[in-house]
């Protein structure tokens, strides 16, 4: 694979499209442009426009043109002979909006059993067993503590306002009312000031973003997606770590550097 000697960044977003950023590459390589390094790519919160909030480690987002568009500007890169590299960022995960089916969400259900709790870097030990999440309002429990108003138990889940969680399985079983139900989970709903100091879980900047340096489930699953895009020649993808496995170790991957 040759060295990119002159790059040119695309911010890709629900606005400009990767069918969008198609169109453009004749221009950039009438200007000189050899390779074009797009931002991240796989499925984010909606409407994130950095898409470093990934919500889907094994798929392009569709606001952002899908499988499809990456597939469309993959073949116009190639036929004017230019390289694409692509920021997969595969140490970040989108936790501001729990949803059914996400890492995140199978993490709060289940705590340390959940199949992703290596993919996320929590200190359980000092949230005692849980994850903190600072979403409470001042005007919905007081500094003091005590029960948390406008918490209820809805359809098998734990709501809070518009914020949804889930239910550790057989924990709401007994008709217990939210404010039980809320204290027998793997996770606590703790005032919004938490954030700047009190969380236990690695957190990029300040944005609601839980994150791990390059667990081994997450590379498997973006490494899946660059390769079956064929971005690159088969033989230049580097190797895929097994995906069988999570891994402790501590590494920066992806196609360029993040920041924490």
């Known amino acids: 694979m040759r060295t990119p000697s002159s790059t040119y960044r695309l911010q890709i977003t629900e606005r400009f499209d990767l069918f969008e950023a198609a169109r453009r590459l004749p221009y950039l390589h009438a200007l000189g442009v050899d390779w074009v390094y ?24 569709p606001s952002r043109g899908g499988a499809e568009g990456l597939a469309a500007l993959s073949a116009e890169a190639r036929r004017l ?9 595969p140490n970040h995960v989108g936790v501001a909006a729990p949803r059914p089916g996400s890492w995140w ?18 200190d359980w030990d000092a949230g005692g067993g849980k994850v903190r999440i600072p979403v409470v309002g001042d ?14 138990v809805v359809d098998g889940e734990l709501r809070y306002h518009d914020n949804r969680f889930p ?6 079983d007994d008709g217990a009312d939210a404010g039980t139900v809320h204290d027998r989970q793997h ?29 081994r489930t997450a590379s498997c699953a973006t490494s ?37």
């Open 187 to 215: 996770y606590e709903l703790v005032n919004w000031r938490v954030a700047d100091d009190g969380l236990n879980y690695r957190r990029f900047f300040a944005v609601t973003r839980s994150r791990r340096s390059a667990s």
């Open 105 to 122: 969400w199978d993490l709060l259900a289940h705590g340390r059993d959940s199949a992703y709790a290596r993919a996320f870097d929590v």
């Open 139 to 152: 005007d919905d429990r007081s500094p003091e503590g005590g029960p948390i108003a406008n918490l209820a």
């Open 38 to 61: 797009l931002s991240p790519l796989l499925a984010a919160e909606a409407g994130s426009d950095h898409g470093y909030d990934v919500v889907a480690h094994d798929r392009i987002d």
């Open 81 to 89: 002979g230019l390289g694409v590299l692509v920021d997969i960022v």
């Open 167 to 172: 239910i550790a399985p057989g924990t709401a």
């Open 224 to 260: 899946t997606i660059a390769s079956r895009s064929r971005l690159v020649p088969p033989t230049t993808v580097p190797p895929r770590p097994s995906c069988t496995t999570a891994s402790t170790t501590s590494s920066s991957a992806g196609g360029a550097p993040t920041t924490s």
